[in-house]
């Protein structure tokens, strides 16, 4: 006999993730007792599951019970206070709050009559945004303009790149592509790398201008003109430019007023990865490192990195919305509506790659409501004022040395090689990374600056307190005197 | 004075979780309450919310009345048990529990090292649907393929087709982009097309064969032929081919064994694009639209649309996980490791657009556990049933016609222009679903079949009943009388 479900009966729904909510406030009630990162072996959960779904349904306890003693040991702790690798992945109660609503809500609002609130709300939060890092004119919506929210700062760079290709295409003509020639650094994150390979731009016309630390690693004006004048007079046509604010290794800024000029007078596309460091410029002490961003034609911002909002959550502004539309439009008949027939509304469907979309803006506009501008400029401010205590502690031990320099909350350092062997350095920190991350007590991670591989500390898990960024550091020192000791 | 903010404190994240439970749960207790389809002009939501973010917090309180007064009125509830519009968008308690924990974890799952846990069980779950659906061995993660979650099938289908493009291109060179062709027919989804432009596809080459009403609107294995021997005579090459189970407009099938040998043939990928119907086929007496499967180099399914899984959801399978991985892999430096290095794991970031990616197995795997295979099969022959009552009920009627046959559970039918006059007939038509949906009684959406307005009506929405259905009938009666007696 077949009996019904009833998949979204309201009571149970209220009953099950009341216990839900409980199992993951006791989750970050105990997050620190877990290793940070992950201790498993490749394949560990192939042993610990069955091979194939149950026919019959299983009860909730059950399925609990195995997220603790079978998902959570393959978890690295992203929410962990003693997470410093890569960028933060910010979690918080209204993140938290505004993906349960948005969930809850489950709608997809590829197009403004699938929910007028998702598509309005975006538009307003992301105003409230970009009014908060001063953003121009421009790229609010009551312009030209106007701010989305994508997935990812990939998809941010993809999309505003597809638009300065179809519009210099429009002009030169689409057998053009091959000409067709972006520019980063080698500091530039690879998601450019992977937009121009998408977009059939040529590999070997991704040009990625070698930086140093005499600038410290961030882009020559000087460089990018000469790669510019050569490029045209080879023939190619320079079309799109991404410079970086906070890049991944070191939160280098390339200056942007300098390469926004260069860009303008050459045609080409400006954009402005401020993926993790944008969080930082709604402190005003911190705003100049965006100056100069009102020569670029796109700014990003990932509020899902160092801003309280859950994943996924990247902020776009564009100053022209119709490049991007002309790109990334479909029309298809079963998708047609009054509202956007009569062109009095964004379909949002239109400025990204996908065509269904979550409602987004729901827990960017509870970060913003719950916490307030000037609670989340002290939230940044507290990450930055314990990223220069870890860079004292660096400092007064003169087995280590920091590496470039600190802008936000990232340290670059590195521990010494005794010998001044530099091969042997990159072995010594190499092997300081791992033993730091198996110790399961933190997890750092690590990049290559000219050569040298070196220890990346990221501060902005939003429960990072000093006590924490302490107790890291004397793993680190103990770490480091072990591997010195049995030199 | 600068007080501290603890955005992740576990007992405040309790308290107000809680809070929002209730919250949601009762949205769904009244969720009948509401227009279907949201009943709000243009711009209405700026007019109720200020200019820019508080600079002081406000209260949880504040923010969920907030979304009462001025977010839900301006929703579209496809949750609603009268939503019959599009393809549904399925919300169930275990979905919403998934993506609960899921955001509760908040991790960024780029690469395995980052939550093994959550590579791993997109893993296996995505093998355990794969059985369900009874796909071919090769596109489980034992041999050369596997599954992987995208956000959309419009991102599948992007990144099949960028497989597909650099594989055709590292055999005739890069330089002969403009040569490729993509196939699919006037009833393939958008998303083709969309892929096309993205991918550098010159729009003109990618061929939406005709369709018509003596083949159900499938695609002809025949005209495909000829296409594909038309475009080689001329210098093209062939190189994509989409076929649909299940097309947006009519849920026609397209024949996939005699496409897929066509495809195979002539060395063009197949893709299979089963989003909508896909879900059925875990029925085994649905089972055989999707045989021929074994011909094709990729298959997706949207788990987000009728599988009660929240959305985003989309299962991707492909035979030969390296194409994928050739076009869609980046290697920097900082996300170097060494479980990545020795080619250990699977690292999901190079089957994908975005780098970061949501821990979206789990709410799979809450369905697939909490309702089990039998409860699963019965949701959908349920929604079939309904499908197939309310095809009887249109029949019923001789003002009316059901326009296409009825496979799933969507129905398309029209009513019938009194004077046999075709234009009036689309207008008539387009007027009854205006009129319907302005009663925000229930929210249905149209196409065009043959010239012919046509209107759908998508029976998929976890709280929809026979009930539902018979009084959404009587509304398309009610206002069918209203119109044909006007006129």
């Known amino acids: 006999m077949e009996r019904e479900l009833r998949p979204m009966d309201a009571e149970q729904l209220r009953e099950h993730a009341h216990k839900m909510v409980d199992f993951i406030a006791d989750y970050y009630k105990t997050i620190e007792n877990f290793p940070v990162l992950s201790q498993v072996e490749p394949g560990y959960l192939q042993k610990l599951l069955p091979d194939s779904a149950p026919n019959q349904p299983e009860g909730l306890q059950n399925v609990l019970d195995d997220v603790k003693s079978k998902i959570l040991p393959g978890v690295t702790h992203w929410q962990s206070p003693n997470y410093f690798a890569y960028y933060p992945s910010n979690s918080s109660i209204a993140g938290f709050l505004g993906e349960m609503l948005s969930a809850g809500i489950n709608m997809v609002g590829f197009s403004w009559i699938t929910s007028p609130a998702a598509t309005e709300l975006e538009i307003i939060v992301l105003d409230w945004l970009g009014k908060m890092l001063k953003l121009p004119e421009e790229f609010l919506s009551s312009g030209q303009g106007g701010g989305v929210i994508q997935g990812t700062a990939s998809e941010a760079v993809l999309v505003v790149l597809l638009a300065a290709r179809d519009k210099v295409l429009r002009r030169v003509g689409k057998d053009s592509l091959k000409k067709l020639v972006a520019y980063g650094s080698d500091q530039t994150h690879s998601a450019l790398q992977k937009a121009c390979q998408i977009a059939g731009v040529h590999p070997e016309n991704c040009r990625l201008l070698k ?46 007023l300098a390469l926004g000029k260069i860009a303008k007078s050459n045609g080409i596309w400006f954009h402005v990865d401020a993926a993790y460091a944008g969080s930082a410029c709604i402190c005003p002490e911190y705003r100049c490192y965006i100056d100069g961003v009102e020569e670029a034609d796109s700014f990003n911002m990932n509020a899902h990195k160092w801003f309280l909002t859950n994943f996924d959550c990247s902020a776009l502004w564009v100053k022209d919305r119709n490049a991007l539309i002309q790109s990334l439009s479909t029309n298809p008949e079963f998708l047609k509506n009054k509202a956007s027939q009569a062109n009095m509304v964004v379909d949002y469907k239109d400025w990204q790659i996908p065509l269904g979309r979550r409602f987004r803006s729901l827990k960017l506009w509870m970060v913003l409501r719950l916490y307030g501008v000037e609670n989340l400029q002290c939230y940044i401010r507290n990450h930055i004022n314990l990223a220069k205590y870890f860079e004292g502690l660096v400092a007064g031990d003169t087995r280590f040395e920091v590496v470039a320099s600190r802008i936000f909350s990232l340290v670059c350092f590195r521990l010494l090689p005794p010998d001044n062997n530099e091969d042997h350095g990159n072995k010594l920190n190499h092997d300081l990374l791992d033993a730091a ?25 939003p429960l990072t307190e000093e006590r924490h960024v302490t107790a890291a550091w004397k793993v680190l020192q103990d770490e480091a005197s072990a591997l010195l000791g049995s030199l």
């Open 211 to 256: 930086t140093d630390s005499s600038r410290s690693y961030a882009i020559s004006p000087d460089l990018l003109c000469e790669a510019i004048s050569h490029d045209i007079s080879v023939g190619l046509i320079p079309f799109f430019l991404c410079a970086t604010v906070g890049t991944t290794s070191s939160t280098a800024v390339d200056p942007l």
């Open 437 to 461: 991350n198996s110790t399961g007590k933190i997890f750092i991670s690590h990049t290559v600056l000219s050569g040298k591989y070196i220890l990346r500390f990221a501060v902005g898990a």
